[in-house]
């Protein structure tokens, strides 16, 4: 099975820019999205085909992937964007969530 | 406005069938995308189940295939998951998506999520 790996927890100061990584084998061959969830909250999608934005979803949220990584970018992070992050692929007709990373505000 | 509401039983005993519906509105289900089913156990990650497709052609998480059934209804507008011999670690918030598959897969609109308890 394939799978998709993320750090567990990223920390950033307001203002600064946060990048979360998911990787995965050759995960820059697929199309990797990612969703934003905040605590007793549903998941949004923030970033989908690597680096498109859903309408509504800020500009400062930004993706990237290439070889074996996807990341997503966040940059003059506010404390709104505490939250878990989770990348999504999908592979051999089957949908693989990385673990999640909790990005926190300090 | 896409809205999605998952709806069914919070609690199941093991061994027994869980059965969940997600009601459909302001969009047709016959009109287009996927539909399916994620879980994510307390305090733990999201874990695909399945999606349909309003043809009825489906596609399941590997690991659950064998227990998994997942059903579309388009004259009531809604989607249906049954899940077989529950055991504990089947305890999660269940969510319903309308999801998009076009050479990738993305879930666009998400129900609130309702929480399944498997105990006796």
């Known amino acids: 099975s394939y799978d998709l790996t993320q750090p567990p927890s990223v920390s950033v100061s307001p203002g600064q820019t946060a990048s979360i990584t998911c990787s995965g084998d050759?995960?820059?061959?697929?199309?990797a999205c990612w969703y934003q969830q905040k605590p007793g909250q549903s998941p949004v999608l923030v970033i989908y085909?690597?680096?498109k934005r859903p309408s509504g979803i800020p500009e400062r949220f930004s993706g990237s992937n290439s070889g074996n990584t996807a990341t997503l970018t966040v940059s003059g992070t506010q404390a709104m964007d505490e939250a878990d992050y989770y990348c999504?692929?999908?592979?051999?007709?089957?949908?693989?969530f990385g673990g999640g990373t909790k990005l926190t505000v300090l | 406005q896409v809205q999605l509401q998952e709806s069914g039983p919070g609690l199941v005993k093991p061994s027994e069938t869980l059965f969940l519906t997600c009601a459909v509105s302001g969009y047709s289900i016959s009109s287009g995308y996927y539909w399916g089913w994620i879980r994510q156990p307390p305090g733990k990650g999201l874990e695909w189940i399945g999606s349909i497709y309003h043809g009825g052609s489906a596609y399941y998480n590997p690991s659950l295939k064998s227990r998994v059934t997942i059903s579309i209804d388009t004259s009531k507008n809604h989607f249906s998951l049954r899940l077989s011999s529950v055991t504990a670690a089947d305890t999660a918030v269940y969510y319903c998506?309308?999801?998009?598959?076009?050479?990738?897969?993305?879930?666009?609109?998400w129900g609130q999520g309702t929480l399944v308890t498997v105990s006796s």
């Open positions: 085909q690597d680096t």
């Open positions: 998506a309308r999801a998009r598959i076009s050479g990738d897969y993305l879930s666009d609109y």
């Open positions: 999504q692929a999908w592979d051999n007709s089957t949908v693989v």
């Open positions: 050759k995960l820059g061959d697929k199309y």
